[in-house]
C-alpha cells in the first residue's frame, strides 16, 4: 500500500497571518486524497523572486559551503531551509551560521523587487582558525556565562549581568591585533566584559596589524517569551537555547530559545515545526495542535467489492467481501495500523472463466463478468515504468513512467486506463537533458 503523504500550503501569501495552515495529500491506490482543503490567494508570480541556496564561486566543499548561511524571512518569521518563491515585499536576513568564524560577504538584508533580489543575496566565507594569517580577516568566538543567543541578523544577544570573552585568532609571528569598540561606558584593554550592560552594546572589531579586520555584533538586554499557552493534554512542549539546558529558565525564556513539539500516543502533530522566540517577547508562529492518528477513508474502485469499517483509529478493522458473483482475492480483514496506514492493500473481486459441472448435475454458480481493459502500452526508450508491466489493466488502474538519468520525460509520466479500453494520453518518451 502507497503511503506517501505531502504537507501542502499556499506559497508565501502576502499577508503571512496564517502559515498554519496546510493541506494534506494522501497517495491512495496512485490516487491523490486531499484532505483540509485551503484557499490560497492570488498572487502575481511575476513578480515572485526566487531565493536559491548557491555556494561562493570556487567553493570546492558545495553542502557544507551551503550550509555556512542562515536564511531568515521577515513575513513569515522562520528560516529558509530549502530553494523557494517569495511575493513582491519579502524581506530576507542573512547572516552566518559560524557567527564571526565566518565572513559574510555582501548585504545582511535583501528585499524582493520585482522579481529581483536587491542587492542581491550574500555569502559567507570561511575563515580558517587552523591557519589563521595576515591575508584572511582574523576569525572571531566567543564564550558567555549567562544566557545568550543569535539574532536572525546575526547580532550576538546577551542577558545583562553575564561575562563575555572575545577570542581573536591571528598569527603568531605577524603582530597582535587590537580590539576597537564605540562604547564611551567604559574601555575593554582585554577582551572580557564582565557584568555585561545594555552600554556594552554595540561592534567590537578584532583589527590585525595590516588592518584586515573582523566584527562581532553584541547586544545586551534581558528580553524574554513567556511559555507556550498549552490547554492540550496531548501536546508536549519541550524548551531549548544555544546557553545550554541549565540556563533555560522556564518561567522567562530568552530570545532565541526553542520551542519543540510531539504528541501523546495515538496522536499526530498537524504543522509541525519549532518556534522561536524573537525579538519584541513574541514566538514566531502560533504552536501546533495535536489531532488523532486515522487511517484514510476506503476508496473503493471496483464495483463488486464492498468493504465495511467500524473506526478508523488504530487496531479497528476493515472487513471486505465480493458480489456473490466474484471471488475475493485478498485479505478480506485487516486493520488500521498505529502509524496511520491500513496494514494492507485492498483486496480485488475476480469473475471465473469456467463453471464445473457438480456431483448433484448443476453447473457451479456463474461468476463471469467482462470488463473493459487496457493493454500495455509498451516501454519507453531511456526509462522504464515504476511497477512491473502487467498483460491488461482495469479501468482506473495507472502506470507511471520515468526517465534514466540524463533524460527527462517530455510531457507527464502518468497514464490512466479509461472507459472504452483506452489510455488517458499517448505513453510519454525520454529526451536527453
Known amino acids: 500500500m502507497q503511503k ?60 557544507r559551503d551551503i550550509a555556512r548561511l542562515n536564511v531568515f524571512h521577515e513575513q513569515s518569521r522562520q528560516f529558509v531551509l530549502f530553494n523557494q518563491n517569495f511575493p513582491n515585499g519579502s524581506k530576507l536576513f542573512f547572516s552566518c551560521a559560524n557567527y564571526s568564524m565566518d565572513l559574510l560577504r555582501g548585504s545582511s538584508l535583501s528585499v524582493c523587487r520585482n522579481g529581483e533580489w536587491l ?45 563575555i570573552h572575545l577570542f581573536c585568532f591571528y598569527q603568531l609571528d605577524s603582530g597582535k591585533p587590537r580590539w576597537e569598540s564605540f562604547s564611551s561606558y567604559r574601555s575593554y584593554p582585554q577582551l572580557t566584559i564582565l557584568i555585561a550592560q545594555p552600554e556594552d552594546s554595540g ?49 522567562h525564556l530568552f530570545l532565541g530559545t526553542v520551542a519543540q513539539f510531539s504528541c501523546s500516543s495515538g496522536y499526530q502533530i498537524l504543522n509541525q515545526r519549532p518556534l522561536i522566540c524573537l525579538e519584541g517577547g513574541h514566538w514566531s508562529q502560533l504552536a501546533p495542535t495535536c489531532t488523532h492518528i486515522q487511517c484514510p477513508p476506503l476508496i473503493l474502485h471496483h464495483p463488486q467489492l464492498h468493504c465495511q469499517v467500524s473506526s478508523y483509529r488504530p487496531g479497528s478493522s476493515a472487513h471486505c467481501s465480493c458480489n456473490p458473483t466474484h471471488e475475493l482475492i485478498g485479505r478480506a480483514t485487516f486493520k488500521c495500523g498505529l502509524d496511520g496506514h491500513w496494514e494492507e492493500e485492498l483486496p480485488k473481486c475476480r469473475g471465473s472463466d469456467f463453471l464445473l459441472c457438480q456431483p448433484d448435475g448443476y453447473w457451479s454458480e456463474l461468476r463471469t463478468q467482462c470488463e473493459q481493459i487496457c493493454r500495455f502500452p509498451g516501454q519507453i526508450k531511456h526509462g522504464n515504468t515504476i511497477h ?3 498483460d491488461h489493466y482495469l479501468v482506473g488502474e495507472r502506470i507511471f513512467y520515468y526517465c534514466d538519468k540524463g533524460y527527462n520525460l517530455n510531457s507527464e509520466n502518468i497514464l490512466e486506463c479509461k472507459n472504452e479500453s483506452i489510455w488517458s494520453k499517448s505513453k510519454p518518451f525520454c529526451k536527453k537533458d
Open 388 to 390: 512491473p508491466p502487467k
Open 203 to 251: 561592534p567590537f572589531h578584532c583589527i590585525l596589524p595590516n588592518n584586515r579586520r573582523n566584527s562581532l555584533h553584541l547586544q545586551i538586554r534581558d528580553e524574554y517569551c513567556s511559555p507556550i499557552a498549552n490547554s492540550s493534554p496531548t501536546l508536549n512542549i519541550h524548551y531549548s537555547s544555544t546557553a545550554g539546558p541549565h540556563l533555560t529558565n522556564k518561567s
Open 119 to 163: 542587492p542581491p543575496p550574500p555569502y559567507c566565507q570561511r575563515l580558517d582558525r587552523t591557519k589563521a594569517n595576515d591575508q584572511q580577516p582574523p576569525p572571531i568566538d566567543f564564550q558567555v556565562s549567562g544566557q545568550w543567543s543569535i539574532s536572525p541578523t546575526g547580532v550576538l544577544l546577551v542577558s545583562r549581568s553575564s561575562t
Open 4 to 63: 506517501d503523504i505531502l504537507k501542502v500550503k499556499c506559497t508565501n501569501p502576502p499577508n503571512q497571518l496564517r502559515l498554519d495552515h496546510f493541506e494534506l495529500w494522501k497517495c491512495k491506490q496512485g490516487k491523490w486524497q486531499v484532505y483540509n482543503r485551503i484557499e490560497c490567494p492570488n498572487v502575481n508570480l511575476s513578480t515572485n523572486c526566487q531565493f536559491k541556496f548557491t555556494p561562493p564561486r570556487g567553493s570546492l566543499n558545495f553542502p
